[in-house]
C-alpha cells in the first residue's frame, strides 16, 4: 500500500520561504513522475510542479522561477522549495505520484497518472 506523507506547510508573510516535504512509503516505483498538485479555497486542484525519474522538471507559469522540486529516489523523497511567497500561493499543497504497472510478459513499464495522492499540508501565505 503506496502511502504519501507531506510535511512542512505553515504559515509566512509574503516574500518569505517554505519547504515542503513529501515521504512515499510502500512501493513507490521511481521509474514514474511525482508532482505537487495544490488547492485554494473555492477553486480546483492544479499542478505546481512535477519531476520525472531523471530529474526533469516542470512548473507552472505561475511558479516559475520561485519554487523548485526535487526528488531523492533511493529514499523516495520529494520536496518543493517555495521563495517569494506570494498570498496568491495560499492552498492546501497534496503530494501525488504515478502508479508504476510493469508487464510480466515484456517488462515494459507504464505509468498511470497520479494515482496516489498525500492528506496534504496547509500554506498560508499572508500579506
Known amino acids: 500500500q503506496v502511502r504519501l506523507v507531506e510535511s512542512g506547510g505553515g504559515s509566512v508573510q509574503a516574500g518569505g520561504s517554505l519547504k515542503l516535504s513529501c515521504a512515499a512509503s510502500g512501493g513507490i516505483n521511481s521509474a514514474c513522475e511525482m508532482g505537487w498538485y495544490r488547492q485554494a479555497p473555492n477553486s480546483e486542484r492544479k499542478l505546481v510542479s512535477a519531476?520525472?525519474?531523471?530529474?526533469?522538471?516542470k512548473y507552472a507559469d505561475s511558479v516559475k522561477g520561485r519554487f523548485t522540486i526535487s526528488r531523492d529516489n533511493a529514499n523516495h523523497t520529494l520536496d518543493l522549495h517555495m521563495n517569494s511567497l506570494k498570498p496568491e500561493d495560499t492552498a492546501v499543497y497534496y503530494c501525488?505520484?504515478?502508479?508504476?504497472?510493469?508487464?510480466?510478459?515484456?517488462?515494459?513499464?507504464?505509468?498511470?497518472?497520479?494515482?496516489?495522492w498525500g492528506q496534504g499540508t496547509q500554506v498560508t501565505v499572508s500579506s
Open positions: 501525488a505520484a504515478d502508479r508504476a504497472v510493469t508487464d510480466d510478459r515484456n517488462g515494459y513499464t507504464r505509468c498511470v497518472k497520479w494515482e496516489f
Open positions: 519531476i520525472s525519474t531523471d530529474g526533469t522538471p
